[in-house]
């Protein structure tokens, strides 16, 4: 057992920097410099760099497009593209839907829609929220009836994210009423361009059109788009999650949040010394520090299980309780961090809009990151659905 | 970066594991705490010739088994799984830590002796006036001819009682609290002029204030290294602590949790109720940051030193602040019951307790890794 790196782990870290500084879209860099909100093309601009050079997907299996990377160089990815401020990958595709139909898909729907998940052809959305079913995920109503070679899918889906902007969605449908819960779900890809289907915008707190309502009425969907058996669906689902929540943990953005927390405080003056002097924020800067690390390793165990051919099991809940708490807490102290100059509402740069926003440049996303990232100990099975599943399926409660 | 055991590794825990599942359950236990000397001297030496493991983290031209502070981590999880009271920090990891470090001629007298179990060294550096500063020291060793005389007053040392050696940290020159002057001595514990105050600590042990009057002590007792070497050997001791904290947390939960799926209360298994689910949820979630944080700074005790202090006192400070939470919430989830001496779980808890300000607080040790990373 070690942290040391190899030779070739090494040279690998060199490669990746000269790659992302070589390559990195210099018009995403400067949006992301700027506090601009992020198009659908910025977003896949990344994606299609890394796709071109074959590692947009790392941790999948070769045979499906993956880099066949160690433990260690998925490490040192992470966090050199932490390092460097890229943007992170919408998650839809290449993280959720992509595991599933690679580990539960027929060969005619790997071959269909893995390789355009990599290239990024094909945006994914997930259909899984419904208006009345959030933590209980299992209570949704969404139907599909049988109708020959199609189903007829009617109902409502809620808090989907980047909707605005997909090709197509995994979604969790009834297709037994009378079964148990969890036993009558399905899971169906459907193309988003069907007739009957209509995304409604969401605005959150920050703002941000990030979440939709997607409406679903008559909306046909041949049954070969379904993955997986009929009624089997909540087998996919609760892979999916679990995936999802290890890439949640998101300790090598927090660590480059660190940094960016640290750099203000050095800036922001308290007195006649910077606020990074202040005993009692310095503090709390240590105590984020020091429960980062604690996630790091945690992860690190919790991957070299992995490795050693264990899944991500729910072990990975204590991953995402304690990973969005940080964020969380980076966001509060970002915003504590700049002061006055969280309060100017800054609407983001929109067409033909080149006005300079109030304050310090690292000021006018502070109050509406904080206020977006209340999310994450509610997405992805809120904080106490985590301790509720820690407590049953960990601890036999 | 490799995060696996050896095999070798995997037995010395399972071999360590066994022995102490057969030799220190909790009644024997009991019983040891009420011998005369505090401790039942046989399983030290069983340890060492039965089971010949109190070489692990020696080189093997010493008659070790070649290991180091990953072998020290997995001992001291081990035996905090049980609360032993063994000398085995003491001894193995400070004393022996010194004795790697110690010129070759004590290196090659004491080590062997360490390993036969015929050693036991007890680590006197703590002083009443200086709370967690290693060179808050007024302790002197003054030259006199070829060796020194020892004076000055030593606060808590555990297992002096038992001890054949004292590792003492004492200055040569400089003021109290200065870096310089503060230098490290091994010493025969019989010595005149030693004079000892033992009696026994809240979590079991034997401890003793220990007053040097005048004690003359030969030159060759001096091992070179400096308050450097004293505050290595602290951060080894530290994360080996945070090891046996690793071992005593996954006992607290364990036992707290058995006792709720057992305990009923409204007609119920108090393991039903959500609360209580959560609460062992949170106490599963910190006592896996402790194993996790054991490991960091266990990994990153070959680090430059200033990289080594900040990762070590990130680990204390979130041992100290875990282990209190889970040992303050296994005794409220036991009740009443929890606060009697009749169940092993409130034994976990006084010993959990003196480790969180073991070697420093979490005070402390976030106050060392703002110094070390946090400038302005």
Known sequence: MHLDFSPEDLAFQQEVRAFIAENYPAELRGKQDEGDELSKEDFLAWHKVLAKKGWVAPAWPVEYGGTGWTATQKYIWSEETARADCIRLMPFGLSMVGPVIYTFGTPEQKAKFLPRILSGEDWWCQGYSEPGSGSDLASLRTKAVRDGDHYIVNGQKTWTTMAQHADWGFFLVRTDPDAKQQEGISFLLIDMKTPGIEVRPIITLGGEHEVNEVWLEDVRVPVEQRVYEENKGWTCAKFLLAHERTGIAGVAASKRGVEKVKSIARTEMDGDKPLIANAFFKRKIAELEMDLTALEFTELRSLAGESAGKGPGPESSLLKIKGSEIQQRLTELTLEAVGHYGAPYFRGFGEGDNEHPIGPDYAHRAAPTYFNTRKTTIYGGSNEIQRNIIAKMVLGL | MDFSYTETQGMLRDTLARFLADTYDFETRKKMLL?????????????????????????????????????????????????????????????????????????????????????????????????????????????????????????????????????????????????????????????????????????????????????????????????????????????????????????????????????????????KFQVLQHRMADMFVEAEQIASMALMGTLKLDLPAAERKAAVSLAKAKVSRSINFVGQNAIQTHGGIGITVELAIGHYFKRATMIENQFGSADFHLGRFEDLTLAD
């Not at chain 2, 002029?193 to 003793?208: E, K, L, N």
């Open chain 2, 35 to 271: 011998r005369p000397e505090g401790r039942d001297p046989g399983i030290w030496k069983a340890l060492a010739t039965e089971l010949g493991i109190l070489g692990a983290p020696f080189a093997e031209e010493h008659g070790g088994l070649g290991g180091g502070a990953l072998e020290n981590m997995i001992m001291m999880e081990e035996l905090g799984k049980v609360i032993a009271i063994e000398p085995y920090l003491q001894t193995v990891v400070i004393g022996g830590g010194a004795m790697k470090r110690a010129p070759a001629a004590m290196a090659d007298a004491v080590i062997p002796e360490i390993i036969a179990g015929n050693a036991v060294l007890a680590f006197a550096y703590a002083e009443p006036q200086g709370r967690y500063d290693l060179a808050n020291i007024r302790t002197t060793a003054k030259a006199d001819g070829a060796g020194y005389v020892l004076s000055g007053h030593k606060a808590v040392v555990y297992a002096t009682p038992w001890a054949t050696h004292l590792l003492v940290t004492a200055r040569t020159g400089g003021s109290t609290r200065e870096r310089a002057g503060v230098e490290l001595f091994l010493i025969d514990a019989t010595l005149p002029g030693i004079v000892r105050r033992d009696y026994p600590t809240v979590d079991g042990f034997q401890a003793s204030e220990i007053y040097f009057e005048n004690v003359a002590i030969p030159g060759d007792a001096h091992i070179p290294g400096g308050i450097d070497l004293i505050e290595l050997l602290v951060d080894e001791a530290t994360v080996a602590v945070c090891g046996e904290a690793c071992g005593i947390s996954r006992k607290l939960h364990e036992g707290t949790l058995d006792y709720i799926k057992q305990r009923k209360q409204f007609g119920q298994p108090i393991g």
